[in-house]
């Protein structure tokens, strides 16, 4: 069963496709291993069962007793079965391998697909959490500016060398503010 994929496909970096390759290499070498040696024990069974046959029927042509003969057809059966009993299980070995070779590889896929929305969803929260910071800002500079404006007004301090110390400080305030926008700004920057 394919899993169907969400979003568009990140493209690969050279070292991440050599490293899936070799993943793939690797598995597939393992499975050819697995199914050669599933083929191999499978001939010996098969060279077995005809071993049997062949030693029955020599057994048959030596005069044997009746219930000898019965005895011996019914080994040969029972050991055909066992060879074909034997068969299936080793073909349900490789049947298995061959499961878990695929569910592994679906679920690496997966697995890089969650890290990749992961990094994402990382990503979506930190940009969030800058322009929160940078609105702070904005009202902080706001806050700041509305105070030394109400200050110069209820104190009457208009054209005095303290008015012009607060716009100095204002100033200060604004430059401040702007190189922490300026640097909240790089930041998102940095994250693409």
């Known amino acids: 069963m394919e899993s169907k994929k969400v979003g568009a496909k990140q493209p690969q970096t050279a070292a991440e496709t ?13 499975m050819s291993g697995i199914e050669r040696l599933a083929d191999a024990q ?10 049997s046959a062949e ?7 030596l005069t044997l007793p009746a219930p000898a003969v019965v005895m011996l057809d019914l080994a040969t059966n029972a050991f ?9 299980a080793i073909d349900l070995v490789v049947e298995q391998t061959h499961t878990f070779a695929k569910t ?17 969803r990382v990503k979506e929260a930190i940009e969030h959490s ?32 303290a008015a012009a110390a607060a716009e100095s400080v204002q100033k200060g305030i604004d430059v401040v503010v702007g190189a922490h926008k ?11």
């Open 18 to 30: 050599e490293k899936a390759d070799a993943l793939e290499t690797m598995t597939a070498l393992y």
């Open 42 to 51: 499978k001939k010996g069974l098969e060279i077995a069962v005809r071993q």
């Open 55 to 61: 030693v029955a029927t020599a057994w048959k042509k």
């Open 80 to 88: 055909e079965r066992i060879a074909d009993t034997q068969k299936g």
């Open 104 to 120: 592994a590889k679906e679920r690496k896929a997966e697995a890089n697909e969650t890290v990749e929305e992961g990094k994402k």
């Open 130 to 161: 800058l322009a929160a910071h940078k609105t702070a800002l904005d009202f902080t500079a706001k806050q700041a500016q509305a105070t030394f404006e109400a200050a110069k007004q209820q104190l009457g301090y208009a054209g005095t060398p």
């Open 182 to 192: 300026d640097l909240l700004d790089y930041a998102v920057s940095a994250l693409d």
